[in-house]
Every structure is written in structure tokens, then in C-alpha cells.
């Protein structure tokens, strides 16, 4: 096959249309100025508005003080404490200080808070935000009801709309592509799913905004399009992922479903109970009690169980009493109508219970990626060139599929929208200065990585197609058949779910390991497509990310394997204390699992133990 043409050429291209990418497009418009109008594309492979960021409930913090007395010191505190002080400390300086014009920001695009009587955006309390160092919880979560994440994504979408942007919607990236020496980006390859032709775009910058890999777990509030592609993609080029090893489970999933009931449900006063009605919070936070860190919270709710005092799912009845009851009886329906209303229907749409009388069933569920591709705070990638940082030029990441060190080993919540909208508007905006200072320096080598890259995806598609099987008779038994793409992907969760759930030892993780690579890998290069349409073809897509997820899973579990401590959402039975003699480090994994340590960026705050 002769190699495809270059068929695009952008100025920029953004990969994803969530909170992170969409600011980093406005980031970039703002900086470039009127008259340097650059050629843009966001491709995405969902339409804008169904990205994740659409369905946060809880809010974004910042310490407006529209509530109480807040200080951004004692939110950057908050933030490197609540990460176990794994955080980057100058990364989260930046959080903390530009959080506030961040969220008028938000305002001034069209994100309808709610508000005081007085008209100042309302704010509410979130796990681990505190006032005075650590000294009372304080209200810093500015929220619109549980739907802030519906708000900032259509706002911003809507901005983009208004500048003349250009959305490649139901398009899938599958390959990005450097220059030969890995210091330079060349472009990428995307699938258009609705016509299946497949496209080398080549641009002088591109910003990955791709998102988290909740999917990697069977038990997650993640929607199913977190396959963490690209990460993948990044560690098929020859990157480096970060801190890979925390993943945070959110403590209130809602019983068998896994689905988000919103940190704010506690933070209105929500209260988790075991089997015999003790809320046992105060046993083990007895400060900060149900709002304490989502990892804290978690590990209580595992410990509670493993006592014997969990409870059994109604909706499973013949499942494990693996969950606890969130009690939110004492909620006013009218509190619940107005501050709680996505809680409420999930609740009632989901379990059929009413949350004003029942117990609700809820157990920790995975939620976010604190790790992700090594961004600096401008969130341009770098790679480690004999043990130095060295960027990637014209390459960016943002959001929940970049780590630029702002949570450490645990986030706290309403962070992950700020780190988004902030260091997305950040990576936009030297992505604009980048452009400014570009001289072209194209050469035929570099056309042809890209090209060579994108036949070899279009011949791979083809063969896949081509040979694509019927899909199982009544009479076969679905045993005789390879597995398909989503049977895969439910036994790559249940393994994760089983070995990294809250907690973790290296037995499991081992024999985790050796499934995945002797199993599980073979099995997802090795898998085929029933359907031979070239069109909207689904199956294609849920093959392409569960190939690229078992990548990340199996840097995870290296990762994860490779920290001899328990720290923030890791939790090694068999090594139960933080190790800062060792450990003070992050983790950087690549393609190959081997895993090397780079220094924490510590400015203000020394490491304390836990508890402080
Ligand atoms: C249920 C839930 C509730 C949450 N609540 C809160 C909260 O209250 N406060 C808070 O701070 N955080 C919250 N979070 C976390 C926060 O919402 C996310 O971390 C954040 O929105 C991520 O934004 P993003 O732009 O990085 O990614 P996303 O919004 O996930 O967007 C990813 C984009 O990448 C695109 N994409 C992915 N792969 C490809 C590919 N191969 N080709 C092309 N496009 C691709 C997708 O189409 C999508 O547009 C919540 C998360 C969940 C799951």
C-alpha cells in the first residue's frame, strides 16, 4: 500500500471537548489576539457535549470567601496536605492563587451558579478544604445545584461556538506521531467514525484533552468512553506516564451501579452508618469526620466491611455485604430539591429508593486518575532524557489525562474541574505564544513518520474489517469464540476491581500482572470485529480503546508495584507507612513497565506525617 497523503494541516489541533479542552481553545484564542486568527481543530470522539465534565455534580473549588472568611494560602495548603505531599508544590501554588479569577472566569462565560441571597455565588463545603490550616472546614466549592459540571461544559462550548471553532465531533484518535528523536510533535492519525476513512492530520501543535481511565475498573462513576486513550497513546510513542499508581475512589458509589453520589450529599449533611446504624466516621476522622479525604473515607468504609459490619446491597440480595448506608434523612426534601437534585434522581432512578426515608446502599467506586501524561505548569509535555526533563515541542496535555503534579497521591474535591479549566486555559496560551515564535522547519522525513503511521492504521482497519466474523449463532457456545472487545473489557475491570480496589498488595498485583500479560494483552491484539461496516462501527471503536487500555493497566500495576509504601489512594497492605526517605518521589512508567523517580517540587510545605 503506497503511504497516505497528508491530508490537513493545522496551526493547532485539540484532542478532546471536555472542560480541558475547550479552555485550552479559548486560551489559545485569547493570547493569539484578533488579528492572528490560528487554524484550530478539537477533535473529538464523542459530541462536545457528552464529555465527562458534563456529568461532575459537586463544584469547583476556590477560595472566593463568599460563604466565610478563605485565604488561597489555605487552599494551596489544603491541596498539598490532601495530596500526602506528593503534590507540586510550585503546580499547586498556581491552582490555589488562580482559582479565584478562574471561576469569574467561568461566570463571565455563562455559568449559572448559585447564589446567596445577596447575589455572590453560593459555596459549600468539600472533603479536606479547610480554613486555618487544616483548623475547620470552611465552604469553597462553588457550585449550580449538583450539575456544575452540565454548566461549565455547555458555557464553554457555547464560547467556543460564538469564536468560529472547528469540531471534528465523532472522530477517534488512535495514533499520535513525534519526530524521529521524540522532541518534536508531527501530527496525528484520527478514524472518522461516521465514514471509517482514516486521516494523517498534521499540525504544529497539539493539545491532549482526552480525559481520565476510570474504565480500567468494572466499579466506576467513569462513563464508558474513559479508556484513557490518550495515555495510551502517549506511551505508544515512547512518553512516560506520571504518578500512575493513584487512582482515587470515590467513598459514596452508589451500590451496584458504581454511579457518582456527589461528595456534596455529605457535604449538606449526609452521614455514613454500618450495619448497626454507628456512624463510624467519627472513629477514624473524628475532625473532619464524613468530609474527610476521599482516600480516609474510603479505606473506613473497606475497614468497616472487613469487620463484618458492612451490609448487603437490597438490590443484590444474594450479593456481598461489601457496602455501607449513606444516611441522608436528615436532608430537608426542599435542601434536596434545590442543592441535591442529580442525588435525588440517581437515588430514586437508579436504586428505587427515597432518599428522605431509606438508607442508600454505597460503596467506594474509582473515580479519577491523579497520574497521567508530565506536563509543566504552561502543561507542555516532557519526557525524561537521561534523568532530565526535556519537553516535547509543540506537544501539550491537559485535564484529567495530563499530571502536572497538582494532586499529588489524592486529590481533593472540586480540584479536577480547576485543574482542567485553569491548566487547559495555561496550555492554550503557550500553544498561542508557541505559534508566535514558530519557524517552519518541515521536512520530507517527518511527512513520511506521519504518513507511514496513518497507512498503517488504514491497512490494519481494512484487514480488521475485511476479515470481520459473524457474530455467534444461537447454537454456538460463546465459549468457542474469542472473546470480543467488551467482554474483554469487563474481565480487565473485574481484575482491576479485584487487585487495586482501595487497597492493594504485591501477591495481587503480581498475579494480576501476569494475567494481564499472558492473557489478557494477547487476547486484545489478537481481537476481531463482527460487524464489516466501515460506517459508525462501534465494535471498531471498543476495540481501538480496550487495546490501549490494557497498556495503561499494566503501567499501572508497574507503577503500583514499584511504590514500597502506602501513600494518599495507595494503600499496600504489606507496606502500611508512608516511606518519605524513599518514596518522596514521583513515579514515571514506560511502555516497557520500567519506572523511574523524579523529585518532588517542594516550596512552602515541608512533609508532614498524616494527621497533621
Ligand atoms: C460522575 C463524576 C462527577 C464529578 N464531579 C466533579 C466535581 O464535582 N468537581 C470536580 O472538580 N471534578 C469532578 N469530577 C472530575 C471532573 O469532572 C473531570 O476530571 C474533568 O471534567 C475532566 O475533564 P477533561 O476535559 O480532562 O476530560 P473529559 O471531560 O472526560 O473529556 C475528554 C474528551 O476527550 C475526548 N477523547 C477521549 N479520547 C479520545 C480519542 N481517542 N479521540 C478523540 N477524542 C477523544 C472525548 O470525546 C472528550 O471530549 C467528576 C467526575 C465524574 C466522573
Known sequence: MSPAQIEQEYDAVIVGAGAAGLSAVLGLLERSGPNHKPKLLVISKLQALRSHTGSAEGGIAASLGNEEHDDWHWHYFDTVKGGDWLVDQDAAKILAQEARQTVIGLEHSGVAFSRRDNGHISQRKFGGHT?????????????????IGHQILTSLWQQCLAQGVSFAEEWYVSDLVLSPARDRVEGLVAIDMHSGNVHAVRSKQIILCTGGAGRLFHTTSNSWDLTGDGMSAALCTGLELKDLEFIQFHPTGLGHTGFLLSEAARGEGGILRNSKGHAFMADYAPEHRDLAARDVVSRAIMSQVDQGLGIVDPAEPEGRADCVWLDLTSISPKTMAAKLPQVDETIRMYAGLDPAVDLIPVKPTAHYMMGGIPTTTDGQVYRLNDGERQVVEGLYAAGECACVGV??????????????????RRAGQSAAEYLHNYTESKSELQELELAQACSNRREYIQELLSSASKPPTASESPASRALNAYQLLERLGQLMDETLSVRCNAEGMESALSELEHEIIPTAQALQVSDPSPRLNQELSALLEVQGLVQVAQAVLKASLARQESRGSLYRSDYPKRDDE???????????????????????????????
Open 131 to 147: 480554613s486555618e490550616y487544616g483548623a475547620q472546614p470552611v465552604k469553597r466549592a462553588a457550585y449550580a445545584a449538583d450539575r
Open 582 to 612: 524513599h518514596f518522596l518521589q514521583h513515579s514515571l512508567t514506560n511502555r516497557n513497565g520500567q519506572v523511574d523517580w523524579q523529585p518532588v517540587h517542594i516550596v512552602d510545605f515541608p512533609p508532614k506525617t498524616r494527621g497533621y
Open 407 to 424: 494532586h499529588g497521591a489524592n486529590r481533593l474535591g472540586g480540584n479536577s474541574l480547576l485543574d482542567a479549566c485553569l491548566f487547559g
